[in-house]
């Protein structure tokens, strides 16, 4: 099983071996400008120079901090304004024209004048991520649980459950898809969004260190920190994929 | 016309606090100018031109960005749906490059295409090429079974069977991914604007900011949200034009 | 507004190779240059505005990077012919192996003050100097620029360890609030900034020292900078672009302080007027000398930017040089 699925990788990581070496010939044979991009191995050189004096830690859990906090902040108020708003028809009515005021806009543009009240720290940071995550997560959420079926409810009712009971066992279960479908799509915003705050305002991260990087012409550096974010980006979506299949396994036993 | 609900008030009244918090001096700062101004502002740089110019030209390149995207996108998929050793061999590579948030390519990108528009609709087109070609490879897998069976027995040539057949047949799947595209391509964009160069909604925005002009930076976010708004209606209105057949037949296909 | 209309519309017409010939109907060479909207430029624009540059037989197509960031990139990738730059950012470009060439001078610091450049402290900090800084946060636009540079020789020179200062960035908009807010303990602001924070925050923020010109009088700060290949082929082109820019830095020269020299820089800048009245100017030169680029080279050696740099006397193309 395990030798198969190293088999069926073998031809992608050839083609990717090949890239990198027709790479490194073609900067050496001077077809591409070695001041803009540098052979793989030089970009080698500087990563490694940066994983083993352990340099990379500091930007690299700056990034994450905000990736996480920022995304669980998000998702945890998209989920219950969703549920609010999937549930009660006050709170839809009550939200709903807001929601939609808001939703449009492209949350990158939020940067500029959340840092003119929030500063440049990480209050403001994690304000744009959140915000970025929680409009997909709430209406991904608002739609599963409006989604929910109807016997499942009335079932629960006789039964003489609690709306808290019934949210939590009944309609937060069976919308979970939907939410989790919601906070895939929220992941790869945060991540955006946290790269850009931290190239805007200047601080922190990788985000930040990709573009002072290129600033000051320290390219092989810019590479080298773009491979870590990279890495990064791969890295959250394999965890969120092992968490969602996790979830989704305890849902169904559920 | 809907009756106006209590949400509408609750805007309304967020609106009025936006005022009065800006002219009573509740929120007393040069970065909180009351939301007349704004709209002010929003009202004059419309009238003047310079607005609508800047909105036209991020859409331009936006637009170029998602054809562009959309079209590469599409054959790779078509490639990875039809050819099971085309997606191990490109594959891996691919999905190393597809969690690279897009505001992270914008520094090495403007080394060599520079900061105009080759630059900013590459970004738009690399945010396009990734959901549209999952998706596209997704759709051929989904129709392959089928539909293409029975054209292949009718002994239609693969080149029309591609065009008539697939195309048809797989849009559905394309506009789903093209959908996830538009959203996203609007905020790498945007995002590219701001990062690098003078042009577009983006920039103006950065620049208001930089300016200290909170009015005219306000005015850029109210654009870029009806700009959202508006692009989402017309896909959408777009998608049953095409597609309508797929969601009125979908169901008993 | 007028200005920024017409800018606009260019935008826009780039965005419509179709509609580009129309530009080209006089005959004119097209010439792209990247600015930052600074004080500093303001000849660029003067010649613009006087037709300096037509007489030349130039269009000049400014194009504005907000922000830190300078257009070298685009100067690289082809994009622009020029690209005005902080002297410290192009000489780090050539010590990669970025050809650049200095092709016309732009401004050197004050001989005394006021100068553009300002440190600034929250009053009752009880900071003073550069030993005051030592384990604090001080902000730069950029790291690794001339703001940057002067600003750790500022402090070296104040008794103070560089090495021992937190330096971080912050875009210029950004540093006055930051710095009464608490999230910063010092920031190295240029104009109109230093005005504007003064005047926002008089009554939270104090000025400690002109940090370039204490550190560094009449030093280089930046310049316009192009391609050495492109220099070399097209040298006309560069003789003419310094030639009509000699006769816009006269102009500003000339008027220096007077209402018509703030309308044009509010114009580019889009600072209103009112706040332009109080700033502090540079000196606009029109050449560059080698004992300026040399003395750069210097202080980026000792502060941790040296590596192995051509000497001066190649890297100014003979168009700037006195």
Redesign the interface.
């Known amino acids: 099983m395990r030798i198969e699925r190293l088999t069926a990788l073998l031809p992608g990581l050839g083609f990717l071996a090949l890239l990198l070496a027709g790479l490194e010939w073609a900067v050496n044979a001077g077809l591409v400008r070695r001041a803009l991009m540098p052979p793989p191995t030089a970009i080698w050189e500087v990563l490694s120079d940066l994983i083993a004096s352990g340099e990379v830690l500091g930007p690299l859990f700056a990034t994450l901090r905000l990736v996480f906090i920022g995304f669980a902040i998000g998702s945890a108020v998209g989920i219950a304004l969703g549920t609010a708003m999937g549930w009660w028809g006050a709170a839809y009515r009550l939200l709903e024209p807001l929601v939609e005021m808001l939703r449009p806009i492209p949350k990158a543009a939020l940067v500029p004048p959340l840092m003119l009240f929030l500063g440049l720290g990480d209050t403001m940071k994690i304000t744009s991520v959140s915000l970025a995550v929680t409009f997909p997560v709430l209406v991904n959420t608002l739609q599963g649980v409006r989604g929910v079926d109807r016997v499942l409810l009335d079932s629960a009712r006789t039964h003489g459950w609690g709306t808290a009971r019934v949210l939590r066992h009944v309609v937060l279960p069976a919308a979970l898809p939907f939410i989790l479908a919601g906070m895939k799509t929220s992941l790869g915003l945060a991540l955006i969004i946290t790269v850009l705050s931290e190239m805007l305002t200047g601080q922190g991260g990788l985000g930040f260190l990709i573009l002072d990087m290129q600033r000051s012409f320290l390219i092989r550096q810019m590479y080298a920190w773009l491979v870590i974010l990279a890495l990064v980006g791969l890295a959250l979506n394999a965890v969120f994929a092992w968490a969602e299949g996790r979830a989704l396994h305890w849902q169904r036993r559920g | 016309m809907r009756r106006p609900?209590?949400?509408?008030w609750?805007?309304l009244a967020?609106f009025l606090l936006w005022e009065v918090s800006a002219r009573t001096g509740m929120v007393d700062?040069?970065?909180?100018p009351p939301f007349s101004q704004v709209l002010a502002a929003l009202a004059r740089d419309t009238l003047?031109?310079?607005i609508p110019?800047?909105v036209?030209?991020t859409l331009?390149?936006m637009f170029a960005g998602l054809a562009a995207g959309t079209v590469v996108g599409v054959a790779v998929g078509l490639l990875f749906g039809a050819s099971r050793?085309a997606t191990?061999?490109?594959?891996?590579?691919v999905?190393?490059?597809?969690?690279?948030?897009?505001?992270?390519?914008?520094?090495?990108l403007?080394?060599?295409?520079?900061?105009?528009?080759g630059m900013k609709i590459t970004i738009a087109a690399v945010t396009a090429f990734f959901p549209v070609l999952t998706n596209t490879a997704q759709g051929l897998r989904a129709v392959e079974a089928d539909q293409l069976a029975m054209a292949r027995t009718f002994g239609v040539p693969a080149w029309r069977r591609l065009f008539l057949v697939t195309l048809p047949a797989i849009l559905p799947y394309v506009m789903a991914g093209l959908r996830?595209a538009l959203?996203?391509a609007?905020?790498?964009t945007?995002?590219a604007e701001?990062?690098?160069?003078?042009?577009?909604v983006?920039?103006y925005?950065?620049?208001?900011?930089?300016?200290?002009?909170?009015e005219e930076?306000?005015a850029?976010?109210l654009v870029?949200?009806?700009?959202?708004?508006a692009?989402?209606r017309g896909f959408l209105w777009l998608e049953r034009r095409l597609i309508g057949w797929f969601f009125a037949t979908g169901r008993d296909g | 507004m007028n200005e920024i209309t017409r800018r606009a519309a260019l935008g826009a017409t780039l965005a419509l190779p179709l509609a580009a010939p129309a530009l080209k109907a006089q005959g004119l060479t097209r010439l792209r240059v990247s600015v930052i909207p600074v004080l500093d430029v303001a000849p660029l624009h003067a010649a613009i505005a006087q037709g300096y540059f037509r007489e030349e037989g130039l269009e000049i197509d400014t194009s504005t990077t907000a922000g830190g960031a300078t257009g070298l990139p685009g100067v690289v990738a082809g994009q622009f012919r020029i690209a005005f730059t902080n002297t410290v950012s192009a000489l780090l470009g050539v010590r990669e192996g970025l050809d650049f060439r200095f092709v016309a001078a732009a401004v050197r610091s004050q001989p005394n003050p006021p100068d553009t450049m300002a440190i600034l402290v929250r009053k009752g900090s009880g900071i003073t100097n550069g030993k005051g800084l030592e384990g604090k946060r001080v902000a730069s636009n950029t790291r690794n620029n001339i703001v940057w540079l002067r600003g750790m020789a500022w402090i070296e020179k104040t008794g103070g360890d560089w090495r021992k200062v937190n330096a971080v960035e912050v875009p210029f908009p950004q540093m006055a609030d930051a710095l009464a807010g608490g999230q910063i303990d010092a920031g190295l602001f240029s104009e109109p900034f230093v005005t504007a924070a003064l005047q926002t925050h008089g009554d939270k923020l104090e000025r400690i020292g002109w940090f370039i010109q204490e550190t560094a009088p009449n030093s280089s700060v930046a310049h316009y900078v192009a391609m050495k290949e492109d220099a070399e082929r097209n040298p006309e082109i560069f003789e003419r672009f310094a030639r009509a820019l000699a006769k816009g830095t006269d102009w500003v020269n000339a008027r220096l302080g007077q209402p018509e020299l703030l309308e044009l820089i509010s114009g580019f800048s889009r600072v209103p007027v009112a706040r332009l009245k109080d700033c502090a100017f540079t000196v606009y030169v029109k050449q560059i000398t080698e004992a300026e680029i040399a003395e750069v080279i210097a202080t980026m050696t000792k502060f941790g930017l040296g590596g192995r740099y051509p000497a001066p006397d190649q890297l100014i193309f003979r168009t700037a040089k006195a």
Not at chain 2, 88 to 93: E, H, S
Not at chain 2, 100 to 107: F, G, K, L, Q, R
Not at chain 2, 110 to 115: C, I, T
Not at chain 2, 224 to 229: E, I, N, Q, R
């Open positions: 609900t209590s949400g509408f609750l805007v967020l700062s040069p970065n909180w003047s031109g310079e110019l800047l036209g030209s331009a390149r050793l191990r061999v490109l594959g891996p590579t999905e190393l490059v597809r969690p690279i948030p897009i505001p992270a390519i914008i520094p090495p403007v080394l060599f295409l520079g900061l105009d528009n996830v959203a996203l609007l905020v790498t945007v995002v701001m990062i690098a160069g003078e042009q577009g983006g920039h925005l950065v620049l208001m900011q930089f300016a200290g002009r909170a930076m306000y850029a976010v870029l949200a009806l700009l959202g708004y692009l989402n």
